[in-house]
């Protein structure tokens, strides 16, 4: 009888268990769904059902670094024009449940087609949902573009010969480039090369830091007298050639 008892509970344990985790599959399955759901209507301009997704005191930060209420974000939503075809496909989701709170992370794939122009771009987003009265909304969003690296040019061997030199910021805060095959490397105090890649003529970025930009300036002869460290537009560090 004891036995049949023990077994009983062991048995509803299990049940109760099981219970659980198909709970936390469920929600994680339906903010799967809503996150895809509102990225679907951010591409087309679905206003009614951002409206929906959108706690009215959403927290929504774009890419560009601006703050938008819901009201700014539903009275902004239209459809695109003709001829203009939008999508955003989520990769990499992943979520964490915290009770009612759910905190995401994902790769936005975007498709912008205008006049059978293909364009693409990525951007990784957070966002926090909260179960309000057993329905989901969106409480928080933060969205940055993925750096993607430009395409480069090839300067002439020439034109390479130009930027060889040393360059200082502040005493003790100086940077070489050399000529390394057809190409540049800038060297920096960790004495490690790193391939310059050339996006037009004296701007120039570093291989695997697609957001800085090294622009250098030339006086009246031609000569390169050093560069600025632009970083998202600002201009960061200043380089005297020595």
């Known amino acids: 009888m004891r036995q049949s008892c023990v077994q009983g509970f062991m048995l509803v344990a299990a049940l109760a268990a099981t219970v659980g985790v198909r709970a936390a599959e469920t929600d994680t399955a339906a903010i799967a769904r809503l996150s895809q759901a509102f990225s679907d209507a951010s591409a087309s301009g679905d206003a009614k059902t951002l409206d929906e997704l959108l706690d009215a005191d959403v927290v929504f930060m774009g890419e560009d670094g601006t703050l938008s209420s819901k009201h700014d974000i539903v009275a902004g939503a239209s459809p ?40 693409h771009d990525s951007f990784r ?19 940055i573009e993925v750096p993607v690296e430009p395409r480069h040019i090839q300067l002439a061997a020439g034109e390479l010969d130009a930027y060889v030199g040393s360059y200082q910021m502040a005493p003790g805060h100086a940077m070489r480039i050399e000529r390394q095959g057809d190409g540049l490397v800038s ?20 291989a695997g830091a697609p957001r800085v930009r090294f622009v250098f300036a030339r006086n009246a002869d031609g000569r390169i007298t050093g560069f600025d460290v632009r970083r998202a537009g600002h201009d960061m560090q200043h380089f005297t050639r020595s």
């Open 125 to 143: 987003s957070t966002e926090v949902w909260l179960r309000k009265h057993g329905s989901w909304k969106m409480v928080s969003s933060q969205t």
């Open 187 to 206: 060297i920096g105090r960790d004495d490690k090369p790193v391939p310059m890649l050339a996006e037009a003529r004296d701007v120039m970025f570093r």
């Open 80 to 119: 695109p024009p003709a001829g203009t075809h939008n999508t955003l496909v989520q990769s990499d989701f992943h979520v964490a449940l915290h009770g009612d709170v759910a905190v995401t992370s994902f790769t936005d794939n975007a498709t912008f087609v205008t006049g059978g122009q293909t364009a």
